[in-house]
């Protein structure tokens, strides 16, 4: 708890004359005022995020947090539990889905085991295991809140491991079969939303078994009832250790003054309770892409931040916000590489 205590008290304000100086930079580039767009916004965050007139984020990363999931005995999800473990290794080997994305914008991916129910054996993936996947929620809590705060600090941790490092620029990503489940959950439990209207297909549950899922969701509510005023008792009774571990992340980034850029739904829900932890850690997030999982809708609303992208992609593991990574950097060129009117010997 002491490590996370420190994280929130270190994450401050965005710096306001920073983001004012760099509005004025921005307002006289060769070009009409505004004309760019969010890629202006984009810049300005930048800029009050990192205290500099020429931010960079050239250097990336994207932290995978994988965890297995106790309500899957639920019959919540269509994908054999095996596969977390199996893809869990196909990170470290460099070829899913965002290590395919990541290569092409040279982003580093970090595989973590923080709760898979199988042991590991691979050098390149880092093992901070809190416990072999949570328990079933609909009969008791997920884990304990001791087990959750040490996952948000497992989070801390490798964040700040690789921002010593020299990474400037942050995504969380995730592998957990049943995870969409449990982020369901914490979403309904923290924005007072009835399960049946937020609840997706995930990784491509038949459509005829979401009462199933829908009612698995409902009783571990009513089996744990959750303080929706305290994130982490909703996090420890009805989320998840990958859940717990992306929260921590984006706490680190907000704390060491470096970007997060958020992933799909699961992703946005770490988020929800990374702002309601620290709410200045809100400002330090970059959306990246609208999932198109039922639920993703709600959670960016609650977030109150709106995506970048319109991809309709469901895969998580921070795929979209991989993508993102080259729109955020772009607007650091944006920055350095056009010149001002007066530069251009313009008079207005």
């Known amino acids: ?8 008290n270190n994450i401050k304000d965005l ?6 100086k760099s509005r004025e930079r921005v307002d006289n580039l060769i070009k009409p005022i505004g004309s ?11 800029c009050g995020i990192t205290g500099k007139l020429y931010p960079k984020v050239d250097n990336k990363a994207v932290i995978v947090m994988a965890a297995d999931h106790g309500v899957f005995e639920e019959s919540v999800a269509s994908t054999p539990q095996e596969v977390t473990y199996i893809q869990t290794l196909n990170f470290a080997r460099g070829v899913t889905g965002v290590c395919a994305l990541a290569k092409q914008n040279n982003t580093k991916v970090i595989p973590v085991d923080i709760g898979v129910i199988r042991d590991i054996d691979s050098s390149k993936v880092i093992n901070k295991k809190i416990r072999y996947g949570t328990a079933n929620m609909t009969k008791g809590p997920a884990m304990t809140r001791d087990e959750a705060i040490k996952a948000i600090e497992v ?6 491991q690789e921002i ?14 049943a995870n969409t489940t449990a982020s369901t959950a914490v979403l309904s439990v923290l924005a007072s939303l009835d399960p049946k209207t937020i609840v997706g297909v995930g990784a491509n549950l038949p459509v005829e078994s979401l009462p199933t899922k829908i009612n698995a969701i409902k009783k571990a ?6 303080d929706p005023l305290d994130p982490i008792d909703v996090l420890h009774k009805v989320g998840g250790l990958d859940i717990a571990g992306m929260t921590g992340v984006m706490l680190a980034g907000a704390a060491n003054r470096v970007p997060i850029v958020i992933d799909g739904t699961i992703a946005t829900v770490s988020a929800i309770i990374a702002s309601k932890i620290a709410p200045k850690s809100l400002k330090y997030f970059f959306p990246s892409h609208a999932s198109a999982d039922k639920s993703g809708y709600a959670a960016s609303t609650i977030l109150g931040l709106e995506p970048m992208l319109h991809m309709n992609m469901r895969l998580g593991e921070g795929s979209g916000a991989v993508l993102a990574f080259n729109i955020i950097e772009s607007s650091t060129f944006m920055n350095k590489e056009m010149i001002t009117f007066e530069e251009a010997g313009i008079s207005l």
């Open 164 to 177: 010593d490092n020299g990474i400037n620029l942050l995504a969380t990503g995730e592998m957990g079969i």
């Open 36 to 46: 760019l767009g969010k890629l202006e916004d984009i810049l300005i965050q930048l």
């Open 1 to 8: 708890m002491e490590l996370l205590n420190q994280t929130i």
């Open 15 to 20: 710096d306001s004359k920073m983001m004012k």
């Open 155 to 160: 989070g801390i941790e490798i964040a700040q």
């Open 221 to 226: 509510i009513d089996k744990n009832n959750p």
